[in-house]
């Protein structure tokens, strides 16, 4: 356990970072790959859904590794992405959690399609989950 946490101080010195500077930007990188792996999934199952969603957010990712300053911005581009990845894992582990418990079809199968339905109407209003924000200029000095 020690050489965890000495490893984790190293790290956190490497990155001139506190814990929770590095928590907040790992856990925005996290978020940001779930839902560009989950808009992949949508897309290969429906192709006219998410069809440039994860490619937009690999880009902002990869802008967001080689300067760290441009998190906020990646993840306001991100947004309706990172906000619908949650909602369907919540919503299907919602689902998920009444199938187990063995509620049976009966129960389990109108309380599933209620839960889905969240994520599900957010697709439809956005299909290709794009942020609701307008794009930034960049400004030049």
């Known amino acids: 356990m020690a050489n965890l946490v000495t490893r984790s101080r190293i790290h956190l010195t490497q990155a001139s970072e506190t814990y929770w500077q590095h928590m907040r930007f790992a856990g925005a990188v996290g978020a ?3 839902a560009a792996g989950l808009a992949c ?3 290969a ?6 069809r440039d969603t994860a490619s937009r957010t690999i880009a902002s990712l990869h802008r967001v590794i080689n300067d760290r300053s441009t998190l906020p911005q990646a993840v ?5 992405a ?3 990845a949650f909602l369907f894992s919540f919503s299907a582990g919602a689902a998920a959690m009444f199938w187990i ?13 209620i839960a889905l339905g969240m994520p599900v109407a957010m697709l439809a ?14 400004v030049s000095v």
């Open 32 to 34: 940001m790959l779930v």
């Open 41 to 43: 999934l949508l897309h």
């Open 45 to 50: 199952v429906v192709p006219g859904v998410c």
């Open 76 to 80: 306001a581009a991100s947004g309706e």
């Open 82 to 84: 990172i906000a619908f």
């Open 101 to 113: 418990a063995g509620a049976g079809a009966l129960f389990a199968l109108p309380i599933s399609l």
């Open 125 to 138: 209003a956005n299909p290709d989950l794009r942020s609701s924000e307008p794009p930034r200029e960049k």
